[in-house]
């Protein structure tokens, strides 16, 4: 997939209509936007990202999302990308759009993509457009839902998903952010993201569709009480799903209206202030700055406890869990014992038929004395050496619990984690919590005491408007809270309803007349669990032989990652590095320049990994590298992760002259983004072996 031409109008600094040229060129795949700060560069990748995602390009990168809540909320945020020559010319509009080409589509053909999102600051309206070869498209629109145009639908299912999108768009500098993972949260997001980027989950999506269908199959011989609870069931899963995806919308709404509100809230408090004259707006901002990082580390720690409080039962219950692994553990023995058991059967039974063989075929008669002989022996060595020895087990044994190994390692992991680190664990979240709300309470108090001296009727009604907007912070916060429990409970509900259905379809036996359906599902279904059991092994394997390559790529430091594992454990992908002596690197205790490695690494991986074929967008490209590290990426990562790359360097401070002399071969189209004046930027395209001259006229010779 090609991103063949940019357009923007009255989009922020980029007044009227301003059109960027990425049409591809064979053999070079580099393509350079370059200006000085404040010029437009980080808005044109801003740009980008808005035009696909809209109201929820919060979700791709933490940037977006600060700058929208310091804006006071997506619609307060959104109106300041109009330009502002063209709001003084009363214009009401901007848009951007985005000509792609080279997609291959499933059940569409296309030759080229036009996406185009519009935003009129009159109505307050937003509109995204896309025509397939210059045409609407009736699949596209068919897309739809209650909830989701089909054109926002189309550009996360078949173009990018969200979900993936910080891949393809980041700023090299703070792609150290992988490195850096620390909360549940943030890993279970994040290995979502590796799944979806990896293919595992279409995978496991589509596991699941073979087994709904073979469960409709075999409901057609259920009786009149299994209908009823199959329906009953099935009616639970979709309700509950609706039900999450309301909550979901709600608190997108909830989250958009507390940001309007403590922006609201902000303005007042800085109001406050001035008018008491007891601190300056410097030591207020140091003070909500230290606000802000404590309440951030506050809903990390509640975040942290609220996963140990999922724990608490299993620790209560720990003498009823260590006699349900005793069991389980005993099943497994029970399970090899037979298998060990029925294969020495299965190998006696062939040996003695071929033996019997052997003898008729040898035209000797054999007393029957010395054929019983013959095979009470082969029996007797057969089961010596192919039925070790083991536990016994009464011929009435039943499997109460019947796990597969990946669940009971899954068990023996919460066990292990109970007996060793859980309850310290729990004790020091309990400690950080309350020692991090008392700091919290200390600031909200300073700033309390700071607004209450002044008695001005003005100030306060400013005050009781005040108390009023944040008691709504507070009330939104738990509403929000309240949503979220629900949204937990709601998918905790599904997994078990969803069990009960897979219990029901292995109970279950297909018609007559359905025997062949139900056999193929069957069959597929088996297949694919194998397989998706094989991919993830395969995609293990493989990606970290890709992060490793990355790494011995780019890193001057030969030999400090000896190799890389990717752990994949039910939903959750962890990645560790190790050094030559098989001990853990702890990726935060690596250097800035080597976590920005690291992620570099990890990023060129995901990508060569992936099934997506999409532009890759990056902004400050060089920052933290030394001269080595640079001259690696330069040569290495940049030229090969991607048929399409977009680089936005700042000249002599992100990328020097050397290093785009290295990068030149591989230069397809470059561009100076030029101020006209404080409120227009527009783009020179130049020639990419006189981009250095170009710049140095237009700069140096001015000052």
């Excluded at 309440?295 to 406890?305: F, P, T």
Aim: with cysteine; aromatic share 8%; proline share 2%.
């Amino acid at each position: 997939m090609i991103i063949k031409q940019v357009e923007l109008e009255n989009f922020r600094i980029y007044r009227g209509r301003n059109t960027v040229d990425l049409s591809p060129k064979d053999g070079q795949n580099i393509y350079v936007v370059s200006g000085k700060n404040g010029f437009g560069k980080t808005t044109f990748l801003m740009s980008l990202v808005w035009c696909l995602y809209g109201r929820q390009m919060q979700e791709v990168d933490e940037l977006y999302e600060r700058e929208i809540k310091e804006k006071g909320g997506y619609t307060k945020y959104i109106v300041t990308s109009l330009n502002r020559q063209a709001k003084a010319d009363d214009d009401t509009s901007f848009s951007v759009k985005l000509t792609i080409t080279n997609a291959i589509i499933p059940a569409l053909t296309c030759g080229e993509i036009s996406i185009k999102r519009t935003y009129n600051t009159r109505t307050a309206t937003e509109d995204l457009e896309i025509l397939i070869d210059g045409f609407e498209n009736e699949l596209i629109k068919g897309l739809g839902d209650e909830k989701t145009r089909g054109e926002e639908n189309f550009i996360r299912d078949y173009l990018l998903p969200i979900e993936i999108a910080k891949f393809f768009f980041f700023d090299a500098e703070k792609i150290v952010s992988l490195a850096e993972v620390n909360t549940p949260e943030q890993r279970k997001k994040l290995s979502r993201a590796y799944s979806e980027i990896l293919g595992i989950k279409k995978y496991e999506d589509a596991k699941a569709e073979i087994e709904e269908t073979q469960l409709r199959i075999r409901a057609r011989t259920a009786n009149a009480k299994e209908k009823e609870l199959i329906n009953n069931l099935n009616n639970d899963i979709t309700n509950l799903r609706l039900a999450i995806g309301d909550s979901n919308q709600q608190i997108l709404d909830l989250k958009d209206q507390r940001t309007q509100l403590k922006f609201e809230s902000d303005e007042i408090q800085n109001k406050l202030i001035r008018v008491g004259n007891l601190i300056t707006l410097e030591e207020l901002e140091a003070l909500r700055a230290s606000g802000s990082e404590l309440e951030g580390r506050l809903s990390g720690i509640q975040s942290d406890l609220s996963k140990s409080y999922e724990l608490v039962p299993f620790a209560i219950a720990a003498n009823k869990l260590s006699e349900a692994a005793s069991q389980v553990k005993i099943e497994a023995e029970f399970k090899e014992a037979k298998f060990r058991q029925e294969n020495a059967v299965n190998v006696e039974d062939k040996l003695l038929d071929e033996l019997s063989e052997e003898i008729d075929q040898c035209g000797k008669v054999v007393a029957g004395s010395i054929r019983d002989f013959y095979n009470t022996t082969f029996r007797k060595l057969i089961r010596r050496h192919l039925a070790t020895e083991g536990p016994t087990f009464p011929e009435d044994f039943k499997l109460l619990h019947d796990l597969t190994e990946s669940e009971r390692a899954q068990m023996q992991t919460l066990i292990d984690n109970l007996r060793l680190s859980f309850r310290q664990e729990f004790k020091r979240l309990h400690f950080e919590y309350n020692q991090t709300r008392n700091d919290l309470g200390q600031i909200k108090r300073r700033i309390a005491d700071a607004e209450s001296l002044s008695e001005d009727a003005v100030v306060k009604a400013d005050r009781q408007r005040k108390k009023e907007v944040d008691d709504e912070i507070d009330y939104l916060g738990e509403q929000i809270g309240g949503l979220e429990q629900s949204i937990a409970t709601h998918q905790l509900s599904i997994v078990n309803k969803e069990k009960q259905l897979d219990e029901l379809r292995k109970k279950l036996r297909a018609s007559a007349q359905d025997l062949e359906k139900d056999a193929l599902t069957e069959a597929l279904s088996k297949r694919l669990r194998d397989y998706i059991t094989l991919y993830k092994e395969r995609k293990k394997e493989s990606l970290a032989k890709q992060i490793h390559k990355g790494l011995k790529m780019l890193m001057h430091k030969k030999g400090f990652v000896h190799s890389v594992k990717v752990h994949i454990i039910g939903g959750d992908i962890e990645i560790d590095l190790y050094n030559k002596r098989g001990e853990v690197i702890l990726k935060e205790g690596l250097s800035k320049g080597e976590q920005q490695l690291y992620a570099t690494a990890l990023l060129y991986g995901l990508v060569e990994e992936s099934d997506f074929d999409f532009p890759i967008f990056i902004d400050s490209p060089m920052q933290k590298f030394d001269d080595q590290h640079a001259e690696n990426i330069v040569r290495h990562f940049y030229p090969s992760i991607a048929d399409q790359v977009i680089l936005f360097p700042l000249i002599n401070k992100e990328m020097s002259a050397r290093e785009y002399d290295m990068l030149l071969p591989n230069v397809a189209r470059s561009y100076l983004i030029v101020n006209q004046d404080a409120d227009q930027s527009g783009f020179e395209e130049v020639a990419p072996d006189n981009l250095f001259a170009r710049y140095s006229n237009l700069y140096h010779s001015s000052n």
